[in-house]
Structure formats: structure tokens, C-alpha cells
């Protein structure tokens, strides 16, 4: 699965300072622990001590090494919230006959050593700082990093309004769909909108996305992460709500 980050044109330059000047260095990182958060989604904690400072919305490249030296590599959102200290957690989905996401699924034990490097990613990023309102749009698994958003947020600015429009196919592929219930029933200024497009819901719209702009009022930041499908659609859509292209940022999954 490769991940592509994106601004939309027109965007604003002030992101944070991401260093760029050292090379990301592999490191070996352990599991801690597994825990199933969607039907076909594993959290995975892991022991890992980054060399640089963090940010929510960023990723980590990870490498599997075979005994004949063959190499897979995927890119996988960290859904930690960056001031977590010493590990991080991943969200992997088992996708068809993915090799690398086959692996986390069956294989992968608590105390096993992955290869990884990271955090990478200077766009799709939110830092208390940038406050809000915040618009986050999350297709499937694509809610991850925003999810690391949503977790900085109540740690560090549970002041900044924020509001998490999240499309999945059916309830059990509802990625932590407890915390996220939990969520928007205990943080104020947080709301959540769950649609299910095969459960007798529906797609996301006009009219959903005209509804979460009158719940949360008009965003300073976007948040758009999925398919490039559901991304597309999305970005149209706020657009023609009058969003400001300026301030929706994108990730993308899929080739």
C-alpha cells in the first residue's frame, strides 16, 4: 500500500519544519502488543525511539527481510498521538494477498523485531499550534492518521474543535470504533458522523458534508485521507460547500 501526500493547490506553505538534512536511519522496533480493532484490522504497539521530533498525520516505512534476502516494504500512518514516549501504534489492515499486511495478520508475534524508519511526512500533518476548527474525512483505514490527530488533540488542545466524518463499508470494518464512540460522547467539541455504505447507509455527499460543515462551522484545516476515490469525491465536494482549496491537505492510499 503506498501512501501519497498532497496539498491542494493554492495551498499555505506553513507547515512545520520537518527535518530533511539526516537520512532516515533503519532501526529495529518490537511488538509490544496486538490487539484487534476492526474485523480485519490489528493494532500493533511498538518499542521504538525515534531520532527526530514527531507529528500527528505522518508515517512509517517498514521492511520485511525473508531468509533468501528477498525485501517487501509498505508504508503504514502512525496512529499514536506523537507525545507518546518510546513506542508508537500501528493499524494494519489485512488486505487480499498483500504480503507484507498477510504477515501482520497471521504471522507477527509480540516480541518479534520489524524493521522501520520514520516519521515521515511534512504535509499531512496538525500540530496543536495550528488550532482550529478542524474537518477530518476518513475513507476506511484512511481514518488512522487521523485518529492520531484526534488523539493529540484531547491530550494537548481539547479546546480546538474538531469533528471526524468517517465512511466505512459495513459496522465491522468500523476501525476503533469504541474509542471514537467514546469520544464524541465524552470530549466536548468533538463530533463524530459514521456512515455505512453497505449497512443501509449511504455514500458521502452533498448533504452529509453540507451537515458537518453546520455542526463544526467553517474549517481553518481539512483533513482528507482514503482512496483516491473517496479523497476525489471528498475535496469536490467541500469545495463546492465553499471550503477554501487553501486549506485542505490529502493522502491518498492506493498506487
Same mark, same amino acid.
Request: aromatic content about 8%; hydrophobic content about 45%.
Given at each position: 500500500m503506498a501512501i501519497t501526500c @498532497?496539498? @491542494?493547490?493554492?495551498? &499555505? &506553505?506553513?507547515?512545520?519544519? /520537518?527535518?530533511?538534512?539526516?537520512?532516515?536511519?533503519?532501526?529495529?522496533?518490537? /511488538?509490544?502488543? /496486538? @490487539?484487534?480493532?476492526? &474485523?480485519?484490522?490489528?493494532?500493533?504497539?511498538?518499542?521504538?525511539?525515534?531520532?527526530?521530533?514527531?507529528?500527528?498525520?505522518?508515517?512509517?516505512?517498514?521492511?520485511?527481510?525473508?531468509?533468501?534476502?528477498?525485501q517487501a516494504r509498505r508504508s503504514y500512518s502512525i496512529a499514536s498521538a506523537p507525545d507518546e514516549t518510546g513506542t508508537i501504534e500501528l493499524m494494519i489492515e489485512h488486505v487480499g494477498d498483500g504480503e507484507v499486511s498477510a504477515f501482520f495478520d497471521a504471522v507477527a508475534e509480540v516480541g518479534d523485531e520489524i524493521e522501520l524508519r520514520g516519521p515521515i511526512g511534512g504535509s499531512f500533518v496538525w500540530r496543536p499550534e495550528d488550532g482550529g476548527p478542524i474537518l477530518l474525512a476518513g475513507g476506511g483505514s484512511g481514518v488512522v492518521p487521523l485518529l492520531a490527530m484526534l488523539r493529540h488533540r484531547a491530550r494537548a488542545a481539547p479546546e480546538v474543535k474538531a469533528l471526524l466524518l468517517y465512511s466505512v463499508a459495513t459496522g465491522d470494518a468500523v476501525i476503533a470504533r469504541e474509542e471514537l464512540g467514546g469520544r464524541a460522547r465524552d470530549e466536548p467539541g468533538f463530533d463524530l458522523m459514521l456512515t455505512l455504505t453497505r449497512d443501509g447507509g449511504r455514500r458521502v455527499d452533498a448533504a452529509l458534508v453540507d451537515d458537518a460543515l453546520a455542526r463544526l462551522g467553517r474549517p481553518c484545516h481539512a483533513y482528507l485521507c482514503g482512496s483516491n476515490a473517496f479523497v476525489g469525491t471528498v475535496s469536490d465536494l467541500l469545495v463546492d460547500a465553499g471550503v477554501d482549496p487553501a486549506i485542505i491537505r490529502t493522502e491518498r492510499f492506493g498506487s
Open positions: @498532497t496539498a @491542494t493547490p493554492g495551498a &499555505s &506553505s506553513a507547515l512545520p519544519v /520537518i527535518e530533511a538534512s539526516r537520512p532516515l536511519p533503519w532501526q529495529k522496533a518490537r /511488538i509490544l502488543c /496486538i @490487539t484487534s480493532v476492526a &474485523s480485519r484490522v490489528k493494532a500493533f504497539r511498538l518499542g521504538v525511539r525515534f531520532d527526530r521530533p514527531a507529528f500527528a498525520g505522518q508515517h512509517v516505512d517498514l521492511r520485511l527481510t525473508a531468509p533468501d534476502g528477498y
